[in-house]
């Protein structure tokens, strides 16, 4: 039996699409990527993520917590894996011990983990995080020579990497990201002179590594472009990236109401004659969102979700597919057919971006790898 058959609802990730993203990014950038990981590898499960962009060649993983990176470690992972986010106080003897790269911006960190480093007798892995222009983590540009400085110098710290993270690489009008590209790019300058620059530099996301020739330095990191979504509206992924996730579920009911009868919480759809409504066993519960407006595709249709979605399925307005019945495969998000709906359209009914669409599909929704 398929596996899937059991399923309520279910995400199919394509490993191989994985693969061919990661391989089109790096021919597209001409040098390595870091695969972005983090949140359970925007949903798409950050174990097998891993492992497969790994095994397509991706040069490390980027992930936003100590955390994810034990976890990757425990299961197995060896490659490099570089935590972007902030160390909290205490775990640096954990990131240490299990060969994980960190993030540092003040003394105090470069401290904490160079004494943590000489205390378990091996290295601490760091890259310097700069603030050229997100104002969120990292070194203010224009002081982060002194602390380069000390990195390179500092008994027990093995000086990785240098980078940057940009706040608007996605938009149409690159300024911004040509001044902050320029301040990486002069303290990279200044860090040559004083004989202080690390091996890897890097500052692309997606969006950069994809619009930004400039800003692609030693490396890419990208999230977004590895699950084949574009990073937005403005900027879009060259031809031949494609989606690695699908959301499915199987229809678990379908029943003719008569006219003016009253669908789901609150009542808030009422059928305008005999209408025949199915029930997918998808809900909030399950990362869907509350919202007017949904849509799911049966039998290669797009067929509108009527009435509240509650936490564990939606009903559906079936007139579209008279032949639909119980146990018929609906796409949530994905294609069928001639049909797609993608994480990018159910985004837009929801008035979010597609990262959290799909990080937002719960943990109970079983991940299955195909390809
Ligand atoms: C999440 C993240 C990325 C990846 O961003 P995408 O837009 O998904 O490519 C890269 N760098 C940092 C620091 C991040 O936090």
Redesign the pocket.
Known sequence: MNPTEGFSNWLEIDRGALAENVQRLSRLTGGPV?A?V?ANG?GHGMIEVGRATLAAGAHSL?V?RLDEALELRAAGVTGPVLV??ALPEGRWPEAVAADVDASVWTREQVEAAAAAARRAGRAARLHLKVDTGMSRLGAPAEEADGLAGAMAAADGVSFEGI?T?FAR??EPDPTPTHAQTARFRDLLGRLVAAGARPRLAHAA???A?VAHPDSRFDLV???????GLN?SRHCKLPEGFHPALTWKARLASVRPYPAGTGVSYGHAYVTRREERIGVVPVGYGDGYRRTEGNHVLVRGRRVPVVGRVCMDQVMVQLDAVPEAAVGDEVVVIGSQGDEAITAEDVAAVWSTIP?EVVCAVSARVPRVYVG
């Open positions: 870091m972005v983090k925007y980027g936003a972007l986010g980078f993270h690489a996605d996301n997606s969006a590594a990191r990208a999230g977004v472009a590895v699950f990073p990262y």
